[in-house]
T-cell receptor, first 114, second 114 residues
């Protein structure tokens, strides 16, 4: 167990809706990264939050947004859901004091968009 | 886009045999990491090797890194049925703005039969 928790574990939405996923980082970690993993593929980096600000982003449209709170927990918001957004969403926590080298992943939230 | 390419895509072996998985990548890196994923759930960090290291061991795992060939291998010795999982290599790099993201390959699906 990594100590990283995510909620909910599963979610079903319809196209056009909005969704919020939540992540609590491992104790002592100040950085949260989010990844999207489509079926049969490796995870793809969405963005990273540090000091409550987005400090890096992958090739995802602006309808993917996030927040980080003072306790380092984080949210991923996706607006105007599309069928291709169906995936496993993983958050990972890391520590800037170790250069973010190792990221510890939560169990993921599986999102199905109908 | 994915940086790493794992080879083979799938591997089936008997308990007690060794399993070798290979990973190639395209750009310069700070480190390379291997993760395990059981049944589409969260990723478990196995081992990290830095760009100035050539080999690293952890229990039954041995990782090698050849930066001149931009490749790495993961060897699992004396495999067990519990090793059945998908294995991903991920390259870690620092980007402008001071953030670190992991770029994953598509993974190798390992099946260990009793």
């Amino acid at each position: 167990e990594t100590g990283v928790t995510q909620s909910p574990t599963h979610l079903i939405k319809t196209r056009g809706q909005q969704v919020t996923l939540r992540c609590s980082s491992q104790s002592g970690h100040n950085t949260v990264s989010w990844y999207q993993q489509a079926l049969g593929q490796g995870p793809q980096f969405i963005f990273q939050y540090y000091r409550e600000e987005e400090n890096g982003r992958g090739n995802f449209p602006p309808r993917f947004s996030g927040l980080q709170f003072p306790n380092y927990s984080s949210e991923l918001n996706v607006n105007a859901l599309e069928l291709d957004d169906s995936a496993l969403y993983l958050c990972a926590s890391s520590d800037s004091r170790t250069g973010w080298e190792t990221q510890y992943f939560g169990p993921g939230t599986r999102l199905l968009v109908l | 886009s994915q940086q790493g390419e794992e080879d083979p895509q799938a591997l089936s072996i008997q308990e007690g045999e060794n399993a070798t998985m290979n990973c190639s990548y395209k750009t310069s890196i700070n480190n390379l990491q291997w993760y395990r994923q059981n049944s589409g759930r969260g990723l478990v960090h196995l081992i990290l090797i830095r760009s100035n290291e050539r080999e690293k061991h952890s229990g039954r795992l041995r990782v090698t890194l050849d930066t001149s060939k931009k490749s790495s291998s993961l060897l699992i010795t004396a495999s067990r049925a519990a090793d059945t999982a998908s294995y991903f290599c991920a390259t870690g790099s620092m980007f402008s703005g001071g953030y670190n993201k992991l770029i994953f390959g598509a993974g190798t699906r390992l099946a260990v039969h009793p």
